[in-house]
């Protein structure tokens, strides 16, 4: 440990001999071993010179990797929070580090915040994403788990040859299984997927006036007032002018980098930043005046 901390010690004066402007990157022999500490001042100095490279040259190439092994450890960090989940920590590691890649492959400097809170985010959101694609609404065992699949395998094959729903006793023909356990299968089936929120509790239909599940495990929505900010911003928006509502549709829509922007406008990445925080600033007092009038 005291050997990574000296190595990391001297990659991080080596960046500061060197500047960043043009100069080559550092080498950093393992950077899985690097302290967080560390990790936090390299990775800036790392994107600051990855924003200069030309994507798919060999230099981009090793800044990109390092980077994303640098930070791995904030992938083991947000892994953690799901440890009791009961699903392989491997898988959720895994699913984590493509919320790493976003968060390295969208992250600019000119953001002001730390790497770190504007990559967790990402992180978190792929695996909270991983569980709602794959988590059954109840626990079913593996068995019948695989079973579910091979079965609707089954169906769709009996399906297009007989041009109709087989029955169970087909399914289990050519499953080679009893009929009760292609019943165990299609039962296990439903545990894939939760009823609906609106699905009615009692009466016959909407009119009614019937209760709904959503009426009874329902919460407030925090996100909800997202819905007020996005309508108090859209005439600020159309207020702008057209190169600037191109600019914002391209960062926060089409989520293009700054260079790329540039590109497309025919100015440099720096002009770039200062339209956008300029952009921001002035749809920020729009906002704050529309609270101060309310």
Same mark, same amino acid.
């Given at each position: 440990?005291?050997?990574?901390?000296?190595?990391? %010690?001297?990659? +991080?004066?080596?960046?500061?001999?060197? /500047?960043?402007?043009?100069?080559? +990157?550092?080498?950093?022999?393992?950077?899985?071993?690097?302290?967080?500490?560390?990790?936090?001042?390299?990775?800036?100095?790392?994107?600051?010179?990855?924003?200069?490279?030309?994507? $798919?040259?060999?230099?981009?190439?090793?800044?990109?990797?390092?980077?994303?092994?640098?930070?791995?450890?904030?992938?083991?960090?947000?892994?953690?929070?799901?440890?009791?989940?009961?699903?392989?920590?491997?898988?959720?590691?895994?699913?984590?580090?493509? /919320?790493?890649?976003?968060?390295?492959?969208?992250?600019?400097?000119?953001?002001?915040?730390?790497?770190?809170?504007?990559?967790?985010?990402?992180?978190?959101? %792929? =695996?909270?994403?991983?569980?709602?694609?794959?988590?059954?609404?109840?626990?079913?065992?593996?068995?019948?788990?695989?079973?579910?699949?091979?079965?609707?395998?089954?169906?769709?094959?009996?399906?297009?040859?007989?041009?109709?729903?087989?029955?169970?006793? %087909?399914?289990?023909?050519?499953?080679? &299984?009893?009929?009760?356990?292609?019943?165990?299968?299609?039962?296990?089936?439903?545990?894939?997927?939760?009823?609906?929120?609106?699905?009615? &509790?009692?009466?016959? /239909?909407? %009119? !009614? /006036?019937?209760?709904? &599940?959503? !009426?009874?495990?329902?919460?407030?929505?925090? $996100?909800?007032? &997202?819905?007020?900010?996005?309508?108090?911003?859209?005439?600020?928006?159309?207020? +702008?002018?057209?190169?600037?509502?191109?600019? =914002?549709?391209?960062?926060?829509?089409?989520?293009?980098?700054?260079?790329?922007?540039?590109?497309?406008?025919?100015?440099?990445?720096?002009?770039?930043?200062?339209?956008?925080?300029?952009?921001?600033?002035?749809?920020?007092?729009?906002?704050?005046?529309?609270? !101060?009038?309310?």
């Amino acid at each position: 440990m005291d050997t990574a901390v000296t190595r990391s %010690e001297a990659v +991080l004066e080596q960046c500061a001999e060197n /500047g960043t402007d043009g100069a080559p +990157l550092p080498a950093v022999a393992d950077p899985r071993t690097v302290a967080p500490r560390d990790a936090r001042e390299l990775s800036r100095h790392f994107f600051r010179r990855l924003a200069e490279l030309e994507e $798919g040259t060999h230099e981009y190439q090793y800044a990109r990797n390092t980077l994303i092994e640098m930070n791995m450890s904030l992938v083991r960090f947000a892994a953690g929070r799901f440890r009791n989940r009961g699903d392989d920590m491997e898988d959720i590691v895994q699913t984590g580090m493509i /919320g790493l890649i976003k968060a390295i492959d969208r992250f600019e400097l000119s953001r002001e915040v730390e790497f770190t809170s504007f990559a967790l985010p990402y992180i978190v959101g %792929e =695996i909270k994403r991983f569980f709602r694609d794959t988590t059954w609404a109840v626990h079913v065992p593996r068995r019948l788990q695989e079973l579910r699949v091979e079965l609707a395998r089954a169906r769709e094959e009996l399906s297009s040859r007989l041009d109709r729903e087989p029955t169970v006793g %087909e399914l289990a023909t050519l499953m080679n &299984l009893s009929e009760k356990e292609v019943v165990e299968a299609q039962v296990a089936a439903n545990g894939y997927n939760s009823a609906s929120l609106d699905a009615a &509790l009692t009466g016959d /239909g909407p %009119e !009614d /006036g019937e209760a709904v &599940l959503a !009426d009874f495990i329902g919460v407030e929505e925090e $996100g909800i007032s &997202l819905v007020e900010d996005v309508h108090c911003l859209a005439p600020l928006v159309a207020n +702008l002018d057209e190169r600037d509502r191109q600019i =914002i549709h391209l960062r926060f829509v089409e989520e293009a980098t700054q260079a790329e922007i540039g590109a497309r406008l025919g100015c440099s990445q720096m002009h770039v930043s200062r339209l956008i925080k300029r952009i921001i600033a002035q749809l920020r007092q729009g906002m704050l005046g529309d609270l !101060d009038r309310a």
